[in-house]
């Protein structure tokens, strides 16, 4: 027992860190070092001409509290929240049937597909999809549904839609992981004991892939929050979001300072985010140690 | 808790070209231990999961009492399970995982906490009511399993090879409690095995499958000691078969004068004599059978046996392998017409023993008529 302890100690102390400093090198240049700048910048006055002036000031957060600012937060809040509620609507059935399929490599490779193309491309695929001549319009107007144009881009639900479907393999891939790994014996124990098979689904598989849910959530949320090119080319004005401010005020306003502080509201919010939901997995596991201790 | 009848009706499954089940059909008594024994894909699992309600049948029906249960879903029916490893639901403590179907029906907090109590007592597994399963031994996830089976009080319950996950000693005891507890509660088991020890020791009744058929169904003194077919002798404890061709069958009249059994004279090709077995049946001349011989039954001795009882079949061979085994000791004798015959000699203070036989010594193989079993049904 003792020597085991030794060897992990020895492992921690010496070989890990010798493994892992590429990885902290590279994580430290382009990951902290950008993220401190940002920090810095946040707290510096506005150049004439872009850039900053190197004078400490709260300029950028005072900035922040004006009521146009406050309704572009709440309508990102609102659209990541309602695009990652419908991307995990999605992702849990097709991730169930992934796991339980005789051909789950070829579905697998059919969610993986998507990432061979550019990201940018595929937003301009759906612009050509719903657009005024796009498909779907030429398609209902042929069919004779309609008479005239039907307005299906730059507005908020192409936001949500076109989100949804950037993010979906995001998230199929961790929730078909977790349900992968799940015991499907359990579903049918389930039943047995008298539960219906919905029921079934929401107390005993639900729970047991929570880790993944909750990673795939992560994926979804995150990404869309600070989301920029899809509200830019497929949204309109009722869509603009956090994301868009950040660039305008690089590239338009010229504000640094202001989008520095902008994006620390993004990382900030996402951390406490991640930190939530990694402490309500752990507070969970601490409350059922509790009770078992206290009988 | 009151039991209720299982009549299996004509049940056919198939998986694709694969029959799992053939026309299969019994009736389970009232409250009886009943197993279901074969070796892997007889179709006793199948046969299980359509009383559990998990598959349909492609034919014929399962009655429990005298209503059909087969268009019943598996969460309405009155049996439930024991799976094979356990399902506990790992999210879930041992309590939740036991109050589970009484959560379902909606029960009040102070009668769940009365019946998870007193299933737990039953288990004897208070002590870990707030552990997770993870944190339990194989034998104390199996009591969990079954006291959650239990706390519904079904009419029937349903094991499916529930210790074979478990090491002998375990395995033993557990299912010494299992049979206490079926004793105690009266309700049906049906328990799934393809272990012919565990079926032999607790089983009210066995149906013996293999194939998708029931070969025999039968207490386990029936089975063990007559079976039907060759398979059966086979797969239930160890014998020598012989295949052999009726010669003579005579009766055995009894002190009424009523025909107790036959004597019947049987040519072995493979020994190149001929042996006396009685059988309860009479078999036509000229007939192909099968004869086993259990080889606990037959006597082993350096020298020729001097017995009393007339028609005694003596054989003569060479040890090739002697096995001690701690309780008893196994030979593997061959004979001298060529072929290997085991015989298990029980070791005994009482008895006298006689001579240590060893390896490569000469002896003689003497077994009584009645210690064989005509079958005249082969399988191959």
């Given at each position: 027992m003792k020597k085991e302890q030794g060897t992990k100690a020895f492992n921690k102390n010496s070989l890990g860190h010798l493994y892992s400093w590429p990885m902290g090198l590279w994580f430290t240049i382009f990951f902290v070092v950008p993220l401190a700048i940002i920090i810095l910048y946040s707290f510096l006055k506005k150049g004439l001409y872009g850039g900053v002036e190197w004078v400490f000031s709260f300029n950028a957060y005072k900035q922040m509290f004006n009521p146009n600012y406050g309704i572009v937060l709440m309508r990102t809040l609102k659209i990541s929240f309602i695009s990652t509620l419908i991307t995990i609507l999605i992702a849990l059935p097709c991730g169930y049937a992934m796991a339980r399929s005789k051909i789950q490599t070829f579905l697998l490779f059919l969610v993986i597909i998507p990432f061979w193309t550019n990201s940018l491309i595929r937003i301009f695929a759906w612009m050509s999809i719903l657009g005024n001549d796009g498909f779907i319009n030429s398609l209902l107007m042929q069919v004779g549904l309609t008479k005239e144009h039907l307005q299906l881009l730059y507005n908020q639900n192409a936001v949500v839609l076109v989100s949804v479907y950037m993010y979906l393999p995001y998230a199929i891939l961790p929730i078909f992981t977790a349900i992968d790994r799940f015991d499907f014996s359990l579903l049918e124990a389930a039943r047995d004991l008298g539960s219906t098979k919905m029921g079934s689904m929401l107390r005993v598989l639900l729970p047991n892939i929570k880790s993944g849910v909750l990673t795939a959530i992560i994926f979804t949320f995150i990404p869309i929050f600070g989301a920029y090119t899809v509200p830019l080319l497929v949204g309109g004005k009722d869509s603009y979001m956090i994301g868009n401010i950040i660039v305008d005020q690089v590239n338009k306003t010229r504000n640094w300072p202001l989008a520095a502080a902008f994006s620390m509201i993004i990382t900030v919010l996402s951390t406490f985010g991640v930190l939530w939901m990694m402490f309500s997995s752990k507070k969970e596991a601490g409350l059922k140690t509790k009770k078992e201790g206290g009988k | 808790m009151n039991g209720c009848t299982v009549s299996i009706k004509n049940v056919s499954k198939t998986f694709g070209s694969f029959q799992a089940l053939d026309e299969v059909g019994f009736t389970i008594e009232k409250g009886e231990f009943f197993s279901l024994l074969g070796p892997s894909g007889c179709g006793k699992t199948t046969l299980l999961r359509i009383i559990a309600g998990f598959e349909f049948p492609d034919e014929g029906t399962v009655l429990f009492d005298d209503k059909n249960v087969i268009p019943i879903p598996p969460n309405k029916r009155e049996s439930n399970t024991v799976f094979q490893n356990y399902a506990l639901f790992p999210h879930l403590s041992i309590y939740e995982n036991i109050a589970f179907p009484l959560r379902l029906k909606k029960m009040g907090k102070t009668e769940i906490d009365q019946r998870v109590e007193k299933y737990l007592n039953m288990v004897q597994l208070n002590a870990h009511a707030y552990k997770k399963p993870n944190q339990l031994s194989g034998g104390q996830r199996q009591r969990v399993a079954i006291a959650r089976a239990l706390i519904n009080e079904p009419k029937v319950l349903l094991l499916d090879e529930p210790l074979s996950a478990l090491d002998a000693k375990l395995r033993s005891n557990l299912l010494i409690e299992l049979d206490n507890l079926h004793d105690k509660i009266g309700i049906t088991f049906i328990y799934v095995t393809h272990d012919q020890a565990e079926a032999l020791s607790v089983s009210d009744r066995i149906a013996v499958m293999n194939q998708g058929k029931v070969l025999q169904i039968g207490t386990p003194y029936e089975i063990y000691?007559?079976?039907?077919?060759e398979f059966v002798a086979e797969f239930i404890g160890e014998t020598n078969s012989l295949d052999a061709v009726v010669k003579e069958c005579t009766p055995i009249h009894d002190k009424d004068g009523q025909i107790d059994e036959y004597m019947c004279s049987l040519e072995v090709k493979e020994l190149g004599t001929t042996i006396k077995i009685t059988d309860y049946d009479k078999t036509a001349i000229g007939q192909e059978v099968c004869v086993t011989i259990r080889p606990e039954k037959v006597r082993i001795t350096l020298e020729p046996p001097q017995s009393t009882k007339k028609d005694l079949n003596v054989l003569t061979g060479v040890v090739e392998e002697p096995v001690y085994s701690g309780f008893q000791s196994k030979f593997y004798v061959r004979l001298d017409s060529g072929s290997l015959f085991k015989i298990y000699k029980q070791h005994s203070n009482y008895l006298e023993d006689g001579p240590e036989i060893e390896w490569k010594d000469r002896v003689y193989v003497s077994f009584s008529p009645s210690d064989g079993y005509v079958v005249e049904e082969i399988d191959r």
């Open positions: - | 000691e007559s079976p039907a077919t």
